[in-house]
């Protein structure tokens, strides 16, 4: 999400047809801040993050709760009028609106789904909660497409003649027949094919933003939408980056983080993979030895969150008993003479240690079996980098499932 954001955040300066309509001007000054693209981008993909797996009516939930919680927090981003309604609203309904918002916010979409199709359904899911006019999930449905096409590996070509044939935009125009006549728009069809051209221009990712930020126009939402598409084709380069998290408050950080970790470990809903995003936990157990602040502690509670929703498992020793059907879970005493339960991450980590039967099990269903349990909690990874994840986390940790907020 890095280039949707620092697309948002380099062109906000320039919104409005402010811009002299050139690629020369510096990325960074004092106005480039993030705005309500920034805002929203945060919100869907946290909201992504959390739902993905889930039924429709469940995601669709989760992005309204999502969108208005982060709207509320920041209030004054530059929404537009009928979507600051709509965070007010005792029960918010779409609005029938074909503005860009539903593409601007897009970009987690396209990185969150193993195929083009789930990647075009979810965003369509993210545009009809607000944008539902056939326009509006259109340009979702083409900028979040743009950027799954572009990380995995398709060309510019590809990506332009996809693009055009699905959704019938006009990409034959170049930069420089549309910058001198182009003025500032806020509809998708208005806003993401001229975001496309640039993006199919531009030469790396800074030139990608310069040429989107030339145009004029409401170009912080249009480099905002060529933002996301180039980091899918370009990756971002890493001072770029570092500016970007410098101008960003920690709580949508926690959310960067947390997206980054999830994006790196792929996709894993079924069964052959229900180990596999668990480095996610250890990362994040890493980090709390490194610092172990409260920040670093929601991380560990967050990446466990994530797995519960991802259907992830853990590897749980057991102690087969001389009946041979029938075991007992591995306990571990620790100093001051309190049980905990031992689970593992991975065979790795559980390799490191004394060996013994384990079981694969669904982390949200065992964290329910030991809720109630007479021992203190469980120990994640007793063999490595250890994690005490007690019974008032456990609880918390199935509250938030529940009722699909974030701890």
Not at 94 to 115: K, Q
Request: aromatic letters at 10%; charged letters at 25%.
């Amino acid at each position: 999400m890095y280039g949707a954001i620092l697309g948002d955040m380099i062109g906000a300066p320039y919104e409005f047809d402010r811009g002299k309509k050139t690629k020369k001007f510096p990325l960074f000054c004092t106005e480039s801040h993030y705005t309500d693209d920034s805002v929203m981008t945060i919100a869907v993909a946290e909201a992504l993050l959390d739902k993905r797996f889930r039924d429709d009516e469940t995601v669709k939930a989760g992005l309204v709760d999502s969108m208005r919680k982060w709207g509320r927090k920041y209030p004054d981003a530059g929404y537009g009028g009928r979507f600051r309604r709509w965070l007010r609203a005792e029960e918010p309904k779409p609005y029938g609106s074909y503005g860009n918002g539903s593409a601007m916010r897009v970009s987690s979409a396209g990185w969150l789904f193993d195929t083009l199709e789930q990647t075009r359904h979810m965003a369509r899911l993210t545009a009809e909660v607000t944008h539902n006019h056939p326009e509006g999930i259109k340009g979702a449905e083409a900028a979040a497409g743009a950027v799954y096409l572009a990380r995995t590996g398709h060309s510019k070509e590809e990506i332009k003649d996809y693009i055009a044939k699905e959704f019938g935009y006009d990409l034959s125009r170049t930069c420089d027949q549309i910058r001198p006549g182009y003025h500032h728009v806020e509809s998708c069809q208005g806003t993401v094919p001229e975001a496309i051209t640039a993006f199919l221009e531009g030469t790396d990712f800074e030139d990608v933003i310069r040429t989107a930020v030339s145009l004029g126009g409401d170009c912080d939402t249009l480099t905002c939408i060529a933002g996301s598409i180039a980091e899918a084709f370009y990756g971002v380069p890493e001072q770029m980056k570092d500016e970007c998290r410098s101008r960003l408050p920690k709580d949508m950080l926690d959310v960067l983080g947390l997206f980054d970790i999830a994006r790196e470990h792929g996709h894993d809903r079924f069964p052959d993979s229900f180990l596999t995003g668990n480095s996610m936990i250890e990362e994040a157990i890493a980090r709390y030895y490194e610092q172990s602040d409260q920040d670093n502690l929601l991380a560990v509670v967050n990446a466990i969150l994530y797995r519960m929703h991802a259907i992830g498992h853990f590897l749980i020793p057991a102690v087969i008993r001389e009946d041979g059907a029938s075991f007992d879970l591995h306990r571990i005493r620790a100093n001051d003479g309190k049980l905990w339960l031992a689970v593992f991450t991975s065979t790795e980590e559980y390799e490191k240690g004394q060996k013994a039967s384990v079981l694969s099990y669904f982390i949200d269903a065992f964290l329910e079996i030991c809720a109630d349990m007479q021992e203190e909690g469980i120990v994640i990874n007793p063999w490595g980098q250890s994690f005490l994840l007690t019974k008032d986390l456990i609880k918390l940790l199935l509250q938030v499932s529940k009722e699909g907020s974030a701890p």
